[in-house]
């Protein structure tokens, strides 16, 4: 009886444990935006764990943040034509060349922006978070533009559309007449 006990208490309890894993979790799933911000600060940390030597989050600077950005684009998708390259400047090239693939501006724009949401929630001050140094800022600025150039398709940024408010005539007032507002702009 005494080994039951032993047994219990090292094993963390394990009749109450078994009973939780029983039970339906009344936690939502996490947004597709929650699920990619918490798989890249993963990444992020496990990037910063294998630097020689470690770098600690408390310590990660924004030229952390640019050497992650470098090392991304290994795995990027985006053809990239090089200055020497013959289809350099053209939006669809008709033949293959061996420019390099590349992170795409707006993979890199959305991801140092889940980065510099993520590096908040877990506690860090806005005033010293490195995803949103005025560095990191230039950096997308000059991919983004040398994408743009080596494309041949130059970025624009999208208008933002304003609203239209209707002005609702006051039902108490009386309409001017046309000869009212004649004489209101010739004035």
């Known amino acids: 009886m005494s080994g039951d006990i032993t047994r219990d208490s090292a094993e963390g309890s394990s009749r109450s444990s078994n009973n939780h894993h029983n039970q339906p979790q009344t936690t939502a ?6 699920s990619q911000k918490r798989r890249d600060w ?7 764990k294998n630097q020689r030597p470690p770098v600690a989050l408390s310590h990660c600077s924004c030229n952390h943040v640019l050497d992650f950005l470098r ?12 200055h020497g390259c013959v289809f350099f400047g053209q939006p669809d ?7 390099p693939l590349r992170q795409a501006w707006g993979s890199l724009d959305a991801l140092i922006g889940r980065l510099r949401a993520a590096y908040e929630e877990h506690g860090g001050a806005p005033e010293t978070n490195p995803f949103g140094n ?3 800022r230039v950096y997308l600025r000059e991919v983004r533009d040398c994408q743009a150039k080596a494309r041949g398709i130059p970025y624009r940024k ?14 108490d007032e009386p309409m001017p007449s046309s000869k009212q507002q004649l004489s209101s702009l010739a004035a």
């Open 71 to 82: 090392y991304l684009d290994q795995f990027g998708k985006t053809k990239v034509h090089l």
């Open 29 to 34: 799933p996490l947004s597709r935006y929650e």
């Open 158 to 171: 999208k208008k933002k559309k304003k609203k239209k408010t209707q002005i609702k005539p006051n039902v």
């Open 134 to 136: 005025g560095a990191i």
């Open 42 to 48: 993963n990444t992020f940390g496990q990037y910063l």
């Open 93 to 99: 090239p008709p033949a293959p060349c061996t420019c």
